[in-house]
């Protein structure tokens, strides 16, 4: 995660375990969603495969609600590169609320929550599915109701 935002981890307790891990991230097994306000209102979901560093990268954002300024949207991504989600909304013109780096909001913190993990335990190879409670986490920027 980037040193701002907030939410869900995975940390693997050994070398083995870390290994396997890092074989589904590559290979794209991992399941990564997560919950942001953004400024402005976004009415359609979007996909966007806009290159980063000269690297892939995909990103799905869909609009779940919004107040007249600002929208909750979930944001599922497909890579996983630096800034990717920041730099993502801000290329379609909707950048995350409290981005400093990315849409000179700094009033407040960055409202950007990793979710939804979904995984294979490397041990087991069963399906792990770990989420949070976005409603509590996320802020926003002016008071208004986004449901």
């Keep these: 995660l980037d040193q701002y935002t907030a939410g869900l981890l ?3 307790h050994g070398k083995g375990t870390a290994a396997q891990l890092a074989l589904q991230f ?3 097994k991992v399941i990564k969603q997560y919950m942001a306000v953004v400024q402005g209102v976004m009415e359609a979901p979007c996909a966007i495969d ?3 560093d000269e690297r892939t ?3 799905s954002v869909t609009p779940l609600a919004n107040n007249g300024r600002q929208t909750l949207v979930q944001v599922d991504i497909q890579t996983g590169r630096k800034h990717q989600i920041r730099r993502h909304l801000m290329h379609v013109g909707h950048p995350l609320a409290g981005d400093r780096l990315y849409g000179n909001d700094a009033s407040v913190p960055l409202q950007l929550l990793a979710w939804h993990l979904a995984f ?3 041990a087991t190879g069963e399906p ?3 989420r949070l409670n976005a409603d509590q986490q996320l802020r926003l920027t002016q008071p208004g109701d986004l449901g």
């Design 120 to 122: 294979d335990c490397p």
């Design 26 to 28: 590559a290979s794209r």
């Design 50 to 52: 806009q290159p980063l």
């Design 10 to 12: 995975v940390i693997a």
């Design 57 to 59: 990268a995909m990103s």
């Design 128 to 130: 792990q599915v770990f």
